[in-house]
């Protein structure tokens, strides 16, 4: 299933609409996010797990389990770097993920894992991510359940053109993905 990543939740601080989608599947042992995104700006300063991808040009994908307190967080760079955490919220409780579990997700990028100062232009990019659902569904294994509760993103928080688009709405007065109540649902096939 294809999902348009193309809200944008402040228009009037933050119009930049880069185009964005994000194609999901899953093989009943990974979740494959397979991202798509053509924007004016570049940017991939974090080389290395668990720092500031959010800052760079980033997909995210936030995901909970229903009737589960935490929810995941798995925000990646154009360029493969990522925040992997279980959080209850943006700062409560939040457990990143230990480098043996980051090592089991897959990533491949468009561009190689090395630094991007910011660049103007057209730029046209791909990050493609599997995710254990071991890791996901770490209470409910073997046997998952079919509905996660999700919301996308793109943002690129210390570019030229900040923006944070969004799959789901989110109804608040500034930025801020760490929402659960606003999340949407996905039923995995």
Not at 22 to 34: A, D, Q
């Amino acid at each position: 299933m294809e999902y348009k990543i193309d809200k944008v939740n402040w228009p009037e601080a933050f119009p930049e609409k880069p185009e964005v989608s994000v194609e999901v599947s899953n093989n009943h042992e990974f979740l494959h996010l397979h991202y798509r995104v053509r924007g004016a700006q570049l940017r991939a300063v974090t080389t290395e797990d668990q720092g500031p991808v959010w800052e760079d040009s980033c997909v995210e994908f936030f995901c909970q389990v229903p009737g589960e307190p935490y929810y995941m967080n798995f925000e990646t760079n154009c360029i493969g770097a990522m925040v992997a955490s279980r959080r209850k919220g943006r700062a409560e409780d939040v457990r990143p993920l230990p480098p043996e579990q980051m090592a089991q997700i897959e990533r491949r990028c468009t561009y190689p894992r090395q630094a991007i100062a910011e660049q103007d232009g057209l730029f046209e990019w791909e990050v493609e991510i599997k995710i254990p659902l071991s890791l996901i569904f770490a209470n409910q294994a073997p046997a998952f359940p079919q509905v996660l509760r999700v919301n996308f993103y793109k943002c690129a928080d210390k570019t030229k053109k900040p923006h944070f688009l969004s799959w789901q709405p989110i109804p608040l007065p500034k930025p801020d993905f760490h929402c659960p109540q606003f999340f949407g649902e996905i039923v995995l096939e």
